[in-house]
């Protein structure tokens, strides 16, 4: 849909990170305690996404207002109206986290120089949406319609943004198809070995770099997109 995206609805609820201060250095007469550097937080501070927060997202790219909501208008535009919308979604004890889910790989009907019926949304339009994310407090979300291709080639090579401790992973099975077939002629699917290799890798990277717990969104519509029972969980990822 093109409307607004209760996230939590379709997420896979893991368990969360710790949100434990550290501190070392010697200690003893004229010994000077030294603190460690800050660890990575997300927007409006702490390390863990859920259950602690309800995520509202808007979902879409700029190439066409009929990709969705996040298409309409200027990202700053998007980003007010989705605040506005998400207010509605708070309740006592659970504030709402605002996500923009950028279509960073679009599915195409027509294959492309290499037959993978996608096509990749340039660094610098990526760029913009990180840095409306972040003069909004909100979460960016990066989504994978990978056509031919593997969800886990395509989120490798997004490793540069999802290094950054505010920006997800979504993976979009309907956009998901095998050889013969054509986005948009057929509803995709995805074997969970591919999800599993993916989020493993998200983990590993969050893992390595010290992130927050991670936004690890798999769109599911129909019974036979993704079988969900398969899915594993990650400590790292909601």
């Given amino acids: 849909g093109v409307a607004a995206v209760v996230v939590a609805v379709v997420a896979f609820v893991v368990g969360g990170g710790g949100t434990g201060d550290e501190t070392r250095g010697a200690v003893g007469p004229g ?25 509202v997202a808007f979902y879409g790219a700029p190439q066409d207002e009929e990709l969705g909501a996040l298409g309409i208008g200027t990202p700053d535009q998007a980003a007010r109206r989705l605040a506005r919308q998400a207010r509605a979604y708070a309740r006592p004890g659970r504030p709402v986290q605002p996500a923009l889910e950028l279509i960073a790989v679009i599915a195409n009907a027509d294959p492309g120089d290499d037959g993978m019926y996608r096509t990749r949304q340039p660094a610098r339009i990526i760029d913009r949406y990180l840095r409306t994310a972040r003069r909004h407090g909100m ?17 490798a090579r ?43 890798w998200l983990a590993q990277l969050s893992a390595r770099h010290d992130l927050p717990q991670k936004l690890f969104l798999i769109h599911q519509f129909t019974d036979d997109m993704v079988d969900h029972t398969q899915v594993k969980d990650r400590p790292e990822l909601a």
């Avoid at 010994?31 to 995520?55: F, H, K, M, S, Y």
């Avoid at 540069?160 to 699917?189: F, T």
């Fill in 31 to 55: 010994a000077t305690a030294t603190v460690a550097p800050d660890r990575p937080e997300l927007p409006g501070g702490g390390r863990q996404l859920l259950p602690d927060r309800r995520i």
């Fill in 139 to 155: 979460l960016l979300l990066l989504d994978i319609q990978p056509g031919r291709a593997d969800f886990f080639d395509e989120a």
């Fill in 158 to 200: 997004l490793e540069r943004w999802l290094r950054e401790p505010d920006v997800g992973l979504a993976l979009d099975p309907e956009w998901r198809v095998g050889p013969g077939e054509v986005p948009g002629q057929v509803i995709g699917s995805v074997d969970p070995r591919e999800v599993n290799a993916t989020s493993a």
